[in-house]
């Protein structure tokens, strides 16, 4: 049996969540190997001071069954950055599943692998899915045909647990489940914004607005080419 083959594409200030949340539960995932992909083989900064080292290039990747692109404020670079989108559009032709967690979506996005898709992306920015050709569906894990999509950060667990049951059943995801414990019973129900108080909504204005311009900026900058 050959291997199943998973590419996490990196870039610099991704969500390291984003990433390794999937990853984790992936590379569980019988007769698999996971692939760490980058533009060159330098450790690669996250978001939260951890770097990430790839194991791949994307001269030398393989071609891959699966490849999964995480978000991060490092996005908008990732989207305008040819080489990444041309990697990931290249990738796409032939792997099963072209999946996304988070703002990883606008990536795919920029390879123009959302047109006429429904998809979902973190909650901050599903209204930005109309300008790469998307229809926003509301839940954590969207998928249509090849392509799945992931909500904010923690969903790509859920993401990663969805493609490990098609593939390879749901007592084998739900082995990987328990063995990760991922029975999450958070402190607060403050997840999503709907059920989030309005403090912890007003906290965090500032942070997205800013960043959805930049995202917008980027956006209008790959309709307007």
């Not at 390794?20 to 995932?29: E, F, I, K, N």
């Not at 997205?208 to 980027?218: C, N, P």
């Amino acid at each position: 049996m050959s291997l199943f083959n998973v590419g996490f594409v990196i870039f610099p200030q991704l969500t390291q969540l984003d990433f390794t949340g999937p990853l984790q539960v992936l590379s569980r995932l019988p007769q698999s190997k996971m692939h760490i992909v980058a533009k060159s083989e330098a450790p690669v900064p996250s978001d939260c001071g951890l770097s990430l080292v790839p194991t791949h290039t994307f001269a030398t990747c393989p071609d891959l069954d699966l490849i999964c692109i995480p978000g991060g404020f490092g996005v908008c670079e990732a989207m305008e950055d040819t080489e990444t989108v041309d990697f990931v559009r290249r990738q796409a032709r032939a792997a099963k599943y072209v999946t996304s967690v988070c703002t990883g979506a606008f990536v795919l996005g920029a390879a123009g692998l959302l047109k006429g898709r429904r998809a979902t992306t973190h909650w901050a920015y599903t209204d930005l899915l109309p300008l790469v050709g998307a229809t926003h569906e509301r839940a954590r894990v969207v998928k249509d045909g090849a392509i799945i999509t992931a909500g904010g950060v923690t969903s790509g667990i859920d993401f990663g647990l969805t493609v490990v049951a098609e593939l390879a059943g749901e007592t084998t995801a739900q082995a990987i489940q328990l063995s990760i414990e991922y029975d999450p019973h958070p402190p607060f129900d403050a997840g999503h914004p709907d059920r989030a108080s309005q403090a912890a909504r007003q906290a965090l204005v500032g942070r997205y607005e800013k960043s959805r311009q930049a995202y917008r900026t980027s956006l209008d900058r790959l309709i307007a080419q």
